[in-house]
């Protein structure tokens, strides 16, 4: 068998970070490493992953999970580079069936979804349940990867140089992450090197637990996609987790009854024809953005949800759809000046200490 190690990067995560190491030690096929990146955590969280007997590397500075879990793989000996989050639980078999893939010819990842909410609530369920059913049909193989359940062949890792970093022109200093995910997917892939979807082999998440802090995550996606998409361009054709199809659509609903209003403001002052078009264009926007969770909220009737459940759920997707919105809006500004590529950001610093 190949030597796996486990990379966790972690921030200020002293709440969840003990449950995440615990799994980890108890897994049927057992890691030969287990490494967790602090990125300069101001909380206990060196001092825990201590405790469940992981390799410690701490960062000079807050750099965001990209810089984290390159700085691991840097210092990992393991052939295989098994990866997730602080924050999730993987099951006991987890990391035999993520693994397990990589005997094949030509693969040289494999990654999957979740299995469920690590503490179940209102909001917790609908994020999980949403996760499940976009991803629910997904190909056997996809050009994308999740970083909370990601397992790769170390030397594929970093051939393409691990996580892809960059920085805007204006701030060259801050990396950029969010999707890196994603970004690195598409480089594993577009030279011919195969990632396999496991849908059966999830890990417990930690979702968030507020509406305000689940919009500002799905503000936060959807600025980063469209920041790596200006990048890559070829990344539109690629299979990846989510329907971009739907994204579009979404956007441009959105977008539509947004502006609408101020169309009809400004009609009068146009022409005195113009209010028989806003008018009505209004109508339509608002009627077609009503509309927009339809699919989904059916789709989670046929989950078994009741009618309590969905009633709660609709307004929460029209705020995910605003809040996707307002994300494609200022990652299409933050990328005006453009991007250069960090290398250096992704060397660990200081050397490990357990």
């Not at 750099?63 to 993987?90: H, K, M, Q, Y």
């Not at 995550?217 to 990846?240: C, D, G, K, L, T």
Request: charge should be positive; proline fraction near 6%; include cysteine.
């Amino acid at each position: 068998m190949p030597s796996i190690t486990v990379i966790v990067p972690a921030y200020n995560a002293a709440a969840t970070l003990g449950a995440c190491l615990e799994s980890l030690r108890g897994q049927t096929l057992p890691a030969a490493e287990l490494i967790v990146v602090d990125d300069c955590s101001q909380d206990r969280t060196a001092e825990i992953a201590r405790q469940h007997g992981a390799t410690v590397i701490t960062l000079a500075k807050n750099a965001g999970p990209g810089v984290a879990r390159n700085a691991g793989a840097a210092a990992a000996t393991g052939e295989i580079l098994a990866f997730t989050d602080s924050d999730c639980v993987p099951p006991a078999d987890w990391l035999e069936r993520i693994t397990a893939p990589l005997a094949a010819a030509g693969v040289v990842a494999a990654t999957g979804g979740y299995a469920g909410p690590v503490h179940e609530t209102f909001l917790t369920r609908l994020q999980d349940q949403i996760l499940r059913i976009r991803q629910r049909g997904l190909p056997a193989e996809i050009e994308s990867t999740i970083t909370s359940n990601f397992a790769c062949k170390r030397r594929a890792f970093l051939a393409v140089g691990g996580f892809p970093l960059y920085a805007r022109k204006r701030d060259p200093a801050k990396p950029i992450w969010g999707n890196e995910d994603e970004e690195l997917g598409f480089l594993l892939t577009r030279d011919g090197a195969r990632i396999r979807w496991i849908a059966d082999a999830g890990v417990y998440h930690a979702y968030r637990g507020s509406l305000l802090g689940f919009l500002r995550q799905q503000r936060f996606y959807a600025e980063r996609i469209v920041m790596s998409h200006f990048r890559f361009p070829e990344m539109a054709e690629a299979q990846s987790n989510y329907s971009r199809s739907s994204g579009v659509i979404h956007l441009g609903a959105t977008l539509a009854v947004g502006v609408s209003p101020f169309l009809v403001a400004a009609a009068p002052y146009v022409h005195h024809c113009a209010s028989w078009v806003s008018v009505p264009f209004l109508a339509a926007a608002s009627m077609a953005f009503l509309l927009l969770p339809a699919p989904l909220l059916l789709r989670l009737r046929r989950q078994g949800n009741g009618a309590a459940f969905l009633f709660k759920a609709f307004p929460v997707l029209l705020a995910v759809s605003v809040a996707w919105l307002g994300g494609a809006i200022t990652g299409t500004l933050l990328t005006i000046g453009g991007f250069i590529h960090v290398t250096q950001q992704s060397r660990p610093a200081p050397a490990p200490s357990v």
